[in-house]
């Protein structure tokens, strides 16, 4: 079994092994002064809320998560919630990059096998057998 550590290594170095991703303890919408819908994620409501409000966002919906998650457990649990119109098709935009990016990630471990010389002859013999 081979074990391709180059690209592992490279993949670790790029920022693509997910494994010490930050935890957020707020999520949700606010639309943009160009009137663009985005998904927000925050470990302060209060702070986040201020941040929006200054920045010229309208329609800030907020709310707690019931533990810390990342983004991608963050944005699933918004789905599950039921967000809709363009709140929720900023949300399901989001979770489909999350969702690629998560793939990226993942790590193959493939097998290689020897290769053989097999000739018709032994391929007869094998198949009477």
């Known amino acids: 079994m081979v074990l391709n550590i180059f690209k592992l290594r490279q993949a670790t170095l790029k920022g693509n092994i997910m494994t010490n991703e930050k935890t957020f303890t707020v999520v949700g919408t606010a639309k943009n002064a160009d009137g663009t819908v985005k998904a927000r994620f925050a470990n302060d409501l209060v702070s986040r809320i201020k941040i929006l409000n200054k920045a010229g966002c309208t329609d800030i919906t907020l709310q707690e998560l019931p533990n810390a ?13 039921g967000v809709d119109g ?12 999350k969702t690629k990016v998560a793939k990226r990630g993942e790590v193959k471990i493939s097998a290689k096998s020897a290769t053989k010389k097999v000739t018709a002859e ?8």
């Open 69 to 81: 998650m990342t983004k991608l457990e963050a944005l699933q649990f918004l789905t599950a919630q």
């Open 86 to 97: 363009d709140a929720g098709y900023a949300v399901a935009s989001k979770l489909s990059e």
């Open 122 to 129: 032994q391929l007869l013999q094998v198949a009477q057998s």
